[in-house]
C-alpha cells in the first residue's frame, strides 16, 4: 500500500522567513501533485510534477521532485501572511494496470503565517 | 480552461436519506474519480471508474455507495442511506490517460 508521508504537519512562520515543507512516498512514481486549500474550501492545484528532477516555480513557492529519493519538496521564500493554508502533496501511482488518476495524498501541512 | 464541475456545492440531507452527488468531466477524458475529505482529514480516495464500470474501489466504498454515468455525460456518486459519518467534502477528478488529474471544486454533503 502506497503511504505518503508530509512534514511537518504544522508550520507557523513569520513573514519574511523562508521554509520547506517535505513530502515522502512508499513507492515508485514519477507524478506529483501539490494542492493548496483554504479553511472550508476546494483544492487548488499549485503545481504537477511529472518527472524526476522537475521543479516548478510560481510566485513564493517551488516545487521539486525526485522520484529516486522518492521525496517532493515545497519550499516557501519569504513568506507572507497569504500564503496561510493547508498545503498537500499527492502521488500518482497507478496499481493494477490502471490509469494516472488515482491519487494517494499525504496528511497536509497547515501552515500559518505571522505578522 | 476546461474543467470539471460539480453539483450541488453544498448539500444538507436527513440520515437515512439517499443523495445523488453529480460531476460533468471534461468532455475528452476517460477516467473518472471520487475522493471523499472528512473535515479536517486528508483526502481519501473512494472509486475509480473506465469505460463504464468500476475499475478500483477503496475499503470505504462499500454496499451503501455506487457509481454511474446514466446519460454518458454526468458522472455520479450515490449514498443509499446517509449516515451522520457520510459527512464530508466530496470531490471528483478526471483524466484522460497521461494527463494531469483535474479535480472539480467539490460538494459538501452535511448529513443531519
Known amino acids: 500500500e502506497l503511504k505518503v508521508e508530509q512534514n511537518p504537519l504544522f508550520l507557523s512562520m513569520q513573514e519574511g522567513k523562508n521554509y520547506t515543507i517535505y513530502c515522502n512516498y512508499s513507492?515508485?512514481?514519477?507524478?506529483l501533485y501539490w494542492y493548496r486549500q483554504d479553511p472550508g474550501k476546494s483544492l487548488e492545484s499549485l503545481f504537477v510534477l511529472l518527472s524526476n528532477g522537475a521543479v516548478k516555480q510560481e510566485g513564493r513557492l517551488m516545487a521539486s521532485l525526485d522520484t529516486k529519493a522518492r521525496l517532493s519538496t515545497l519550499h516557501i521564500t519569504a513568506a507572507v501572511h497569504d500564503l496561510s493554508a493547508t498545503y498537500f502533496c499527492?502521488?500518482?501511482?497507478?496499481?493494477?494496470?490502471?490509469?494516472?488518476?488515482?491519487?494517494?495524498f499525504g496528511q497536509g501541512t497547515i501552515l500559518t503565517v505571522h505578522p | 480552461e476546461p474543467e470539471v464541475t460539480q453539483t450541488p456545492s453544498h448539500q444538507v440531507t436527513q440520515m437515512g436519506q439517499e443523495v445523488i452527488l453529480r460531476c460533468v468531466p471534461i468532455?475528452?477524458?476517460?477516467?473518472f474519480y471520487w475522493y471523499r475529505q472528512i473535515l479536517g482529514q486528508k483526502v481519501e480516495f473512494l472509486v475509480s471508474f473506465y469505460n463504464n464500470e468500476i475499475s478500483e474501489k477503496s475499503e470505504i466504498f462499500d454496499d451503501q455507495f455506487s457509481v454511474e454515468r446514466p446519460d454518458g455525460s454526468n458522472f455520479t456518486l450515490k449514498i443509499r442511506s446517509t449516515k451522520l459519518e457520510d459527512s464530508a467534502m466530496y470531490f471528483c477528478?478526471?483524466?484522460?490517460?497521461?494527463?494531469?488529474?483535474?479535480f472539480g471544486q467539490g460538494t459538501r454533503l452535511t448529513v443531519v
Open positions: 513507492t515508485t512514481s514519477d507524478r
Open positions: 468532455s475528452n477524458h476517460l477516467y
Open positions: 499527492a502521488v500518482d501511482a497507478p496499481t493494477g494496470g490502471t490509469s494516472y488518476g488515482k491519487l494517494t
Open positions: 477528478a478526471t483524466i484522460t490517460g497521461n494527463t494531469e488529474a483535474f
